[in-house]
């Protein structure tokens, strides 16, 4: 494909005077989307960083006149922030129906209909935020992201190539699972780091089976930052990967200095630095309850979690028989998940080495006690299952209970309900049977008679 591609910094877009093609569809950017924008930009700019890079855009050239193939949510969104920072009145304020003129800074149109409820609510974000910076700063700030701050610029030679270029990135681009968007995001926090340590990092992560990576985010840490909180946990999509951003080197906030001093404080103990408070052992500080370190950090963050849940894994597979681990169905899986995503959540939060016999049975009767009791399970059952809402079973919130334990014994003092009715059911005589393992290592753990 004949392409031209550059590298131009944002004053320069604007000289091109973009326009919108008619198949492009409206401005849907969110106030979240917007402000992370914003603060990415800022916080760049507060820092001094030389170059912000902004993305991609992709343009195809018709008559003179530039039109925008992809690019044009981002785009959008620099036009309010610059016009936020042009101050157009005294006070900085806009009247809602005059939303429509908030392009023409970047784009040389009015957007539609269908663009301006959006442009009106990132306009009232973006004009709060700009009016909390002073009047020296804010002529600063705009500076640099008219000429720090730029786009690559790839100019197809044929409306039809950019067809085709707009839908090659696309593709890649949807078949992106969240931990590569996850990947680059902080692959972007290490800029300032030396070559040599991203390539170690990056290699470390690329040996890790993508598929299982893909398992590991979905199926155990994103219901497990979520569930001890109480909070939904199904749903893990690129939309939600924040969950998985959190602290960056440059914020100087209170919680912030907390974290990352812990952090650097892990390091320089386990290079040896300080005597030694955990018998010799490297100490990792990683919690699931805790924000996430940006950078190399989360790197390391996930290599543990990684390594963890397979450790755990082994330890049950030494301590559980396969006919008690039921793999056949789709509900017998979801089931087995939640018992490991106790087990880790506990050795989270104890250390691998409390996981005991005990722990593991008091776990097992947790998570099993479903498998039992309901005839059909779905991810939607576990979901309300682990946040303690099931209508039909509930025997407590585990995980909220595991975060508010003081000491590894007190998985073991739990009572557990015992199971005197089974749920209705729809299975065979033979589908029962399957779980006659289930119920017999139950009744030996528990002393029950199910």
Same mark, same amino acid.
Request: proline share 3%; hydrophobic share 35%; glycine share 6%.
């Given at each position: 494909?004949?392409? =031209?591609?550059?590298?131009l910094?944002? =004053?320069?877009? $604007? ?14 950017w969110?106030? /979240? ?15 001094? =960083? ?20 992809d ?12 016009y ?19 392009d ?12 301006q409820q959006?442009?009106?609510?990132n306009?009232?974000?973006? &004009? ?11 002529? =600063? ?13 790839? %100019? &197809? !030679? ?17 078949? $992106? ?9 902080? $692959? ?11 390539? /170690?990092?990056?290699?470390? +992560? ?23 909180? /109480? ?27 907390y ?11 386990? &290079? ?19 924000p996430? %370190? ?15 849940l ?15 681990l ?15 995503? &106790?087990?880790?959540?506990? !050795? ?12 593991m049975h ?21 979901n ?6 099931h ?10 209970? %595991? ?9 073991? +003092? ?12 729809e ?8 779980y006659?393992?289930? /119920? ?7 002393? +029950?008679?199910?």
């Amino acid at each position: 494909m004949d392409t =031209q591609n550059d590298i131009l910094a944002i =004053q320069d877009l $604007l000289k091109l005077g973009l326009k919108l093609p008619s198949y492009q569809r409206p401005y849907r950017w969110g106030v /979240k989307t917007a402000l992370t924008l914003f603060n990415d930009t800022y916080q760049a700019f507060k820092n001094n =960083q030389e170059e912000y890079r902004l993305g991609t855009v992709i343009l195809h050239q018709s008559n003179g006149v530039y039109f925008v193939v992809d690019g044009q949510q981002r785009l959008t969104t620099l036009s309010i922030l610059l016009y936020c920072l042009g101050e157009k009145d005294e006070h900085g304020h806009l009247k809602e129906e005059d939303v429509v003129h908030v392009d023409s800074l970047l784009l040389n149109e009015p957007f539609g209909p269908l663009s301006q409820q959006a442009v009106w609510q990132n306009f009232q974000l973006l &004009a709060k935020r700009v009016r909390n910076l002073l009047p020296a700063e804010r002529e =600063q700030y705009k500076k640099y992201l008219l000429t720090q701050c730029d786009m690559v610029k790839i %100019i &197809a !030679a044929s409306e039809q190539e950019s067809f085709q270029f707009f839908d090659s990135q696309n593709n890649r681009g949807a078949s $992106l699972a969240p931990h590569d968007l996850l990947k680059s995001y902080h $692959l972007r926090e290490m800029r300032n780091l030396p070559k040599e340590e991203i390539q /170690k990092w990056v290699n470390q +992560w690329e040996d890790i089976n993508q598929k299982y990576l893909e398992v590991l985010f979905k199926n155990y840490l994103y219901p497990l930052t979520r569930w001890y909180k /109480k909070e939904n946990g199904l749903g893990y999509n690129s939309l939600k990967i924040d969950a998985f951003k959190g602290v960056r080197v440059w914020d100087k906030y209170t919680y912030s200095n907390y974290h990352k001093a812990s952090h650097l404080f892990a390091e320089a103990y386990n &290079a040896g630095g300080y005597a030694l408070i955990n018998g010799g052992e490297e100490i990792y500080p990683f919690q699931l309850t805790q924000p996430v %370190i940006d950078g190399k950090r989360f790197f390391a963050y996930v290599l543990h979690y990684n390594r963890l849940l397979r450790e755990i894994q082994k330890k049950i597979q030494n301590v559980f028989p396969p006919d008690c681990l039921p793999e056949q169905r789709a509900g017998d899986r979801y089931v087995k998940c939640l018992f490991e995503c &106790a087990v880790l959540f506990f !050795a989270d939060r104890f250390g691998l080495e409390n996981v005991t016999a005990g722990v593991m049975h008091q776990c097992y009767t947790w998570s099993y006690s479903l498998r039992v009791k309901m005839s059909r399970v779905y991810r939607e059952t576990i979901n309300k299952y682990a946040l303690g809402i099931h209508p039909g079973w509930d025997n407590g919130a585990l995980f909220q209970k %595991i975060s508010g334990m003081k000491n590894s014994q007190e998985i073991e +003092w739990m009572e557990l309900k015992r199971l005197d009715q089974p749920g209705e059911t729809e299975e065979t005589e033979e589908e029962k049977s399957k779980y006659d393992a289930i /119920k017999k290592k139950l009744n030996e753990i528990n002393g +029950w008679n199910i």
